[in-house]
């Protein structure tokens, strides 16, 4: 199954590549319709990038894309100006100590207790060292250590994932992780060559997706006279990532814009909203879209974006 909804971006891509076919006359220029792969792991869009794909196909003046929603009903959008998604960065952390009995303790520098101080100290990272009002997320997913419960063992692992809306904020998170390993295993005397080791896993990491906000103007207008107004709302950035940003290369220097597609039953969503819950979302088995409005608004919004977007600029 395509749990994140990637039958309904296909389907809108083919669905809006037939109806600009038959619509050639009301619009001029060139349009590329791209079939971006993998970005919940942020390497399509780069590894699209890496194999050429402006070589190859030519370098566009503006990159727009869609995604589904399970925050928003069906036949309606929503677009964020600005910041739309957070930048990534995967972080391996190993805290590294002396191992030997959970009876002597004191013959060891254990990194049990080290993980646990560090743990609690990344929040600080958020809370103390960002700027209240800059977005930012640390979050540590995985831990392993040790292999019995008397053994201090000698290191353990961690894996984080960390999210910010400016590269300057994930900056600091960056220095703030390395400072605060290096901290922690200070604290606890360990010697200089069991120092922390972190790694930031450049695989799985990303810049936020910035929707330019000229741009995003006129996307939103198009939307707007394609849907009605009471169908297209603004949008906050959220702190999921991925790489479709990249199309825009370093700097921006291609504007881009991403809008989101709502997919879900306008009944359901009010009552799950009422209750103060949340329907399922993509990368669940229980995301739940309703496959005809969800579609026939995909193609209508991003035929008529495109077309808005493809005529002559005086």
Avoid at 164 to 186: E, F, H, P, W, Y
Wanted: net charge neutral; with cysteine; charged share 20%.
């Amino acid at each position: 199954m395509h749990a994140c909804g990637h039958d309904i971006h296909i389907t809108t891509l083919i669905g809006t590549a037939r109806a600009l076919a038959a619509t050639r006359k009301r619009w001029h220029g060139t349009v590329m319709l791209i079939g971006q792969p993998a970005e919940e792991t942020v390497g399509g869009a780069k590894a699209m990038l890496a194999d050429g794909l402006y070589d190859r196909f030519e370098r566009p003046d503006l990159v727009i894309a869609l995604h589904d929603t399970n925050s928003r009903a069906a036949g309606t959008v929503s677009i964020a100006s600005g910041p739309a998604l957070a930048g990534v960065s995967s972080i391996d952390v190993t805290l590294r100590g002396t191992g030997g009995h959970g009876a002597q303790p004191q013959n060891t520098k254990d990194p049990i207790v080290m993980a646990g101080e560090f743990i609690v100290q990344l929040q600080t990272i958020v809370s103390r060292q960002e700027n209240p009002q800059q977005a930012a997320v640390v979050t540590v997913g995985d831990i392993h250590g040790g292999t019995k419960r008397n053994i201090i063992p000698y290191e353990v692992k961690l894996e984080l994932t960390t999210r910010a809306l400016s590269d300057k904020a994930m900056q600091i998170i960056l220095d703030g992780v390395r400072r605060t390993a290096q901290g922690v295993a200070t604290s606890a005397g360990v010697p200089e060559d069991r120092q922390p080791i972190v790694t930031v896993l450049d695989d799985e990491s990303v810049p936020p997706t910035y929707n330019d906000p000229a741009l995003a103007a006129r996307v939103k207008a198009a939307l707007v006279k394609s849907l009605g107004a009471a169908r297209v709302f603004d949008e906050d950035p959220i702190m999921a990532s991925e790489d479709f940003g990249l199309f825009g290369l370093e700097g921006h220097k291609i504007p881009t814009v991403m809008f989101w597609l709502g997919a879900m039953d306008a009944e359901k969503l009010a009552a799950a909203n009422a209750a103060g819950t949340f329907l399922p979302g993509p990368h669940t088995s229980r995301f739940q879209p309703v496959p005809e409005p969800t579609l026939r608004t995909g193609v209508k919004a991003m035929t008529s974006v495109a077309i808005a977007l493809l005529q002559p600029r005086s």
